[in-house]
């Protein structure tokens, strides 16, 4: 269900759209419109919940060459060890993870996960993902398995490399969760209740990067 909102004329909702297609903060609008922070964190909320919605409806099925990954936000920031990545079915302690598609020069998507365990990951890309498209991942075991589904399937070993001469790497989808990492990173904390909405944010900014606000305007009742 969608947040109430405080009223406003249109004038000032539309200036409002205008400053969050922007990426302004809360902070940063109601200073400019001079509106109180409250009354624009509710608008805000409230575009987030129809960005959510409206990605819901609208996502993508992706063919060709695609990219998956998965990630992990919040909790302390550490690197990525070999010991991290060995419990990544059953996730990372205090941290939220995400499993991410990519289609290459293409959209993203992102869905919450509970683990990274095969069980948990190969419905979706059966859901999200053609057969016969072709496939990128590293070397995460829940990935065997996808040349039997049909797809053409290429991982990269990324304890020795990174991308190979044949086109073989994931750096799309690690670009989107670094893009999405460093905009989250601003909000110095995200709750979980609050996560989704913020994730699918990331995810429709990246998709509709330069068309944020037109895109907009299609479908948020300001």
Same mark, same amino acid.
């Given at each position: ?30 200073? +400019? $419109?001079? #509106?109180? &922070?409250?009354? /624009? ?11 959510? *919605? !409206? ?65 948990? +990951? $190969?419905? #979706?890309? &059966?859901?999200? /993902? ?11 075991? *829940? !990935? ?79």
């Amino acid at each position: 269900m969608l947040q109430r909102r405080p009223r406003l004329s249109v004038r000032a909702r539309r200036k409002l759209l205008a400053c969050f297609a922007n990426d302004l903060s809360a902070t940063q609008t109601a200073a +400019l $419109l001079c #509106i109180n &922070r409250n009354t /624009v964190n509710a608008w805000y909320r409230n575009f987030r919940e129809q960005v959510l *919605a !409206y990605t819901e409806r609208e996502h993508p099925k992706f063919s060709g060459e695609v990219e998956l990954d998965e990630s992990y936000f919040g909790g302390p920031r550490r690197k990525r060890h070999a010991a991290d990545r060995r419990k990544r079915g059953r996730g990372a302690e205090n941290k939220v993870p995400v499993f991410g598609v990519l289609k290459r020069d293409g959209k993203v998507y992102t869905q919450i996960i509970k683990n990274a365990s095969k069980q948990e +990951l $190969l419905p #979706i890309v &059966r859901q999200i /993902v053609r057969r016969r498209s072709q496939i990128y991942t590293d070397k995460w075991s *829940a !990935y065997d398995g996808l040349v039997f589904d049909g797809y053409k399937h290429t991982r990269i070993n990324h304890s020795k490399q990174y991308s190979d001469r044949k086109g073989g790497h994931v750096n799309g989808i690690e670009n989107f969760w670094s893009f999405a990492k460093r905009r989250l990173a601003k909000f110095n904390g995200v709750s979980r209740k609050t996560f989704l909405l913020h994730l699918k944010e990331c995810e429709f900014r990246y998709n509709h990067k330069g068309q944020v606000l037109e895109t907009l305007r299609t479908f948020i009742r300001a």
